[in-house]
């Protein structure tokens, strides 16, 4: 138990130092990647909807406290993420790539969407496709990307620290 | 197996309250905003040193890439030139800058203070804020190097950015180009007043906006915008850009433009804080003249 969890907020941490400092010297279409959203949605899809929505806090709480104006916000929608996320967990396999790269794609504009929604729109910002061409779509895309590599670490970690969720190879 | 039955609480009601914890968060954070500060700045202490110290190993790497050499101290030495010729660099345009102002304006404004003259701390830009919304950055420099909320940003003798919070030993400024951003600014040339806002739409384009020029003013493109006496915060006459496209508002009272930062954001490392706020600054003349 205190395994598992020191192992997931070491990730967190990374991945979000990560995201603040070595990716945005590796932008792509003008967008960094989304890490904690990654995190939170494998976390989620292999573990379950308690651990995929603390993870979720935790990574909500870590963006809000560093970087955020209101803390709270980020915390809701990324841990309102892990939670949805978790419920894919019943078809979790541990071979399919392809339903957690489009959780994360999907999570990715549902996230960007809310951002737009709470800090843009209510401040009069309307063209909301062009946000969705610029932000929002390339965003998730490149979050994606990283997702089939971050995705495997998850699962590493998993296989390490908590090997009740592997599930057997068949 | 009693301890067990703790961890079998139903992943719906952890959330439920979790949620509640999170708006009641929100509201707490949107009514005591000091309140919260302290906890963002525990946050801020205890990343920074990490996020340096990655930043700093992702520059390296950066440099070796770059300019594909191999001794390290060459890239030490490089780069600890390249900081000093920024901020050499930065101050010469200040001068010139200066002094243009100077021969030109001196009658009309009786500037016999440029901003070249306010004590400045150079900083390294160690991150940037997590989403693609924002335009914040954390700088390497804080509370310990006479840092303090408010103090203006420039670089390369234009306007950057203020400090919006302050740690022990790292700063968050946030950039006029910013979505949120607003500064008050001011024509050099026709002292005509306009309000300056970051715009992540017009960004992409190399742009922010201006807005509220008064519809006599008669401006041109290229004019040179800078902070106006009217701000609270940010001194007087630092250049924040130049304009262009100035159009007339369909109330016929205003015309709106676009700004070109005089500071290129894409390719900023090192920027100098003002350690002089604007504030103190008129508190102490109004001690002086008690």
């Given at each position: 138990?205190?395994?598992?969890?020191?192992?997931?907020?070491?990730l967190?941490?990374?991945?979000?130092?990560?995201?603040?400092?070595?990716?945005?010297?590796?932008?792509l279409?003008?967008?960094?990647p989304?890490?904690?959203?990654?995190?939170?949605?494998?976390?989620?899809?292999?573990?379950?909807?308690?651990?995929?929505?603390?993870?979720?806090?935790?990574?909500?709480?870590?963006?809000?406290?560093?970087?955020?104006s209101?803390?709270?916000?980020?915390?809701?929608?990324?841990m309102?993420?892990?939670?949805?996320c978790?419920?894919?967990?019943?078809?979790?396999w541990?071979?399919?790539?392809?339903?957690?790269?489009?959780?994360?794609?999907v999570?990715?504009?549902?996230?960007?969407f809310?951002?737009?929604?709470?800090?843009?729109?209510l401040?009069?910002?309307?063209?909301?496709?062009?946000?969705?061409?610029?932000?929002?779509?390339?965003?998730?895309?490149?979050?994606?990307?990283?997702?089939?590599?971050?995705?495997?670490?998850?699962c590493?970690?998993?296989?390490?620290?908590?090997?009740?969720h592997?599930?057997?190879?068949? | 197996?009693?301890?067990?039955?703790?961890?079998?609480?139903?992943?719906?009601?952890?959330?439920?309250?979790?949620?509640?914890?999170?708006?009641?968060?929100?509201?707490?954070?949107?009514?005591?905003?000091d309140?919260?500060s302290?906890?963002?700045?525990?946050?801020?202490?205890i990343?920074?040193?990490?996020?340096?110290?990655?930043?700093?190993l992702?520059?390296?790497l950066?440099s070796?890439?770059?300019?594909?050499?191999?001794k390290?101290?060459?890239?030490?030495?490089?780069?600890?030139?390249?900081?000093?010729?920024?901020?050499?660099?930065?101050?010469k345009?200040?001068?010139?800058?200066?002094?243009?102002?100077?021969?030109?304006?001196?009658?009309?404004?009786?500037?016999?203070?440029?901003?070249?003259?306010?004590?400045?701390?150079?900083?390294?830009?160690?991150?940037h804020?997590?989403?693609?919304?924002y335009?914040?950055f954390?700088?390497?420099?804080?509370?310990?190097?006479?840092?303090?909320?408010?103090?203006?940003?420039?670089?390369?003798?234009?306007l950057?950015?203020?400090?919006s919070?302050?740690?022990?030993?790292?700063?968050?400024?946030?950039?006029?180009?910013?979505?949120?951003?607003?500064?008050?600014?001011?024509?050099?040339?026709?002292?005509?007043?306009?309000?300056?806002?970051?715009?992540?739409?017009?960004?992409?384009?190399?742009?922010?906006?201006?807005?509220?020029i008064?519809?006599?003013?008669?401006?041109?493109?290229?004019?040179?915008?800078?902070?106006?006496?009217?701000?609270?915060?940010?001194l007087?006459?630092?250049?924040?850009?130049?304009?262009?496209?100035?159009?007339?508002?369909?109330?016929?009272?205003?015309?709106?433009?676009?700004?070109?930062?005089?500071?290129?954001?894409?390719?900023?490392?090192?920027?100098?804080?003002?350690?002089?706020?604007?504030?103190?600054?008129?508190?102490?003349?109004?001690?002086?003249?008690?």
């Amino acid at each position: 138990m205190i395994k598992k969890w020191l192992g997931t907020i070491l990730l967190i941490i990374v991945s979000y130092l990560l995201q603040t400092t070595l990716f945005f010297h590796i932008k792509l279409a003008n967008v960094i990647p989304n890490l904690l959203i990654v995190v939170t949605v494998s976390i989620a899809y292999t573990r379950g909807q308690k651990d995929g929505m603390i993870t979720g806090l935790l990574c909500g709480l870590l963006s809000d406290c560093v970087f955020g104006s209101v803390i709270g916000l980020h915390s809701f929608i990324y841990m309102f993420i892990g939670y949805l996320c978790g419920l894919s967990n019943i078809i979790y396999w541990k071979h399919n790539f392809s339903v957690p790269l489009i959780l994360v794609g999907v999570s990715d504009c549902v996230f960007g969407f809310l951002c737009f929604a709470f800090e843009f729109l209510l401040r009069g910002r309307l063209d909301i496709l062009y946000y969705f061409r610029t932000v929002i779509i390339p965003e998730a895309v490149y979050s994606m990307l990283v997702a089939i590599v971050l995705y495997r670490i998850v699962c590493l970690l998993n296989r390490f620290t908590c090997p009740e969720h592997e599930e057997e190879d068949f | 197996m009693k301890p067990k039955r703790k961890f079998n609480v139903p992943a719906r009601v952890i959330l439920v309250i979790c949620s509640l914890a999170c708006f009641i968060l929100v509201i707490f954070s949107f009514k005591y905003k000091d309140g919260v500060s302290p906890v963002k700045t525990y946050a801020g202490n205890i990343m920074q040193p990490m996020q340096r110290g990655i930043n700093t190993l992702g520059n390296k790497l950066y440099s070796v890439y770059d300019l594909f050499q191999t001794k390290k101290n060459l890239i030490n030495e490089n780069n600890e030139l390249k900081n000093e010729l920024n901020q050499v660099k930065a101050e010469k345009i200040q001068m010139i800058e200066d002094q243009n102002e100077l021969t030109t304006l001196r009658e009309l404004y009786k500037l016999d203070q440029g901003y070249a003259q306010y004590p400045k701390v150079a900083a390294r830009i160690v991150a940037h804020d997590d989403s693609n919304w924002y335009n914040y950055f954390t700088i390497d420099k804080g509370y310990n190097d006479g840092i303090r909320k408010n103090m203006n940003v420039i670089a390369s003798g234009g306007l950057v950015g203020i400090v919006s919070e302050v740690g022990k030993s790292y700063a968050k400024v946030r950039s006029i180009i910013d979505d949120n951003s607003y500064v008050s600014g001011m024509f050099l040339r026709t002292k005509d007043m306009c309000d300056v806002k970051g715009n992540l739409k017009t960004l992409a384009e190399g742009f922010i906006d201006v807005e509220r020029i008064s519809i006599d003013a008669e401006v041109e493109d290229g004019f040179e915008v800078v902070t106006s006496y009217q701000s609270d915060k940010y001194l007087e006459g630092i250049l924040i850009g130049y304009v262009s496209n100035v159009t007339p508002d369909t109330n016929n009272m205003t015309m709106t433009a676009r700004i070109t930062p005089a500071v290129d954001f894409s390719k900023l490392d090192t920027v100098l804080v003002i350690t002089q706020l604007k504030n103190t600054d008129e508190m102490e003349e109004m001690t002086t003249y008690d």
